[in-house]
């Protein structure tokens, strides 16, 4: 079923785009974009966590759900200014693909959403480039995992790099969020550990000396932590996860403001594995 919903995005595709042969005014454009939308809200509002699994679909909808997706995304075109609306769309199109599972066609919507940005910066408000800023970060890190998820480890590394580079600039909590995301690209798709361990700890370090009560650097000290448990040097890969195991007694996600019990439950699980791990080494 999957190859046949592959075929039905390519036809779809092609089908709409012989749709922008017709004249429409921007501001038809614009309503029979906003008509469609506002079809596609009634099923599966855009801020529903239903609408991005896969499994809330069924064949038929997400058929629909496609051909509709696919004839408003060509009305962008065809609408003048605006230019918040069509980034907002190549996002949400990007970020939807990817969570039901078609990398190839998230990385198209970012695709289209940088070569929008870059071709329209100077047109936007200074709030506008501000609030874009994190959505930069965010779209660059999703397009290199799809890269990944898709094994062109090329584009991959150098989406990565871009980021890295993006976010230092910034100098925000995307800027360690970058090289730790970097760090796991090395860990799970390139099986190099001591690649991965470098940008860690350069993720660490930044995190602990900008951010320290960070949610973020729970996170990247449990990275540090599994690379030196995978090459079983558990003494020092104990104090991390016990680091953390106190650490999410203590903090709140910045997001939810509250305590992140799973990563909790799973830091203490962590400490008892090694520690057992340990005793056994030493016998």
């Not at 506002?38 to 809330?56: G, L, N, Q, W, Y």
């Not at 965010?138 to 094994?151: G, Q, R, T």
């Not at 099986?191 to 973020?216: E, G, I, M, R, W």
């Not at 020092?236 to 509250?258: I, M, S």
Request: net charge neutral; hydrophobic share 35%.
């Amino acid at each position: 079923m999957r190859i046949s919903l592959l075929l039905l995005i390519s036809c779809l595709g092609f089908n709409s785009a012989q749709s922008q042969d017709q004249e429409l005014t921007s501001e038809q454009a614009l309503e029979a974009y906003q008509i469609i939308s506002d079809s596609m809200v009634k099923s599966f509002p855009e801020d529903d966590i239903k609408t991005f699994r896969r499994a809330s679909f069924s064949e038929n909808q997400l058929q629909v759900y496609l051909s509709q997706h696919f004839k408003r995304m060509d009305l962008l075109t065809k609408i003048q200014g605006h230019h918040a609306l069509k980034l907002d769309s190549y996002l949400h199109s990007g970020n939807w693909f990817r969570e039901i599972g078609f990398p190839k066609e998230s990385i198209k919507s970012y695709i289209h959403f940088f070569d929008y940005y870059k071709a329209h910066e100077k047109e936007l408000t200074q709030p506008e480039k501000a609030n874009y800023v994190e959505m930069r970060n965010f779209a660059f890190s999703i397009l290199a995992e799809n890269y990944a998820k898709i094994n062109d480890f090329k584009n991959a590394d150098k989406t990565y790099q871009e980021n890295i580079a993006f976010s230092k600039v910034h100098n925000k909590i995307y800027y360690p969020s970058a090289l730790n995301n970097y760090g796991l690209f090395f860990y799970w798709h390139k099986t190099d550990l001591d690649s991965a361990q470098y940008y860690f700890k350069q993720a660490y370090d930044v995190t602990k000396s900008k951010y320290p009560n960070h949610t973020l650097i729970g996170s990247i000290r449990d990275n540090i932590a599994d690379v030196y448990s995978d090459k079983k040097d558990y003494q020092k890969a104990l104090p991390l996860y016990e680091t953390n195991f106190h650490f999410y007694q203590q903090v709140t996600n910045e997001k939810t403001k509250e305590r992140d019990v799973t990563r909790l439950i799973s830091a203490g699980v962590q400490v008892i594995e090694t520690s057992l791990s340990l005793g056994l080494s030493d016998n």
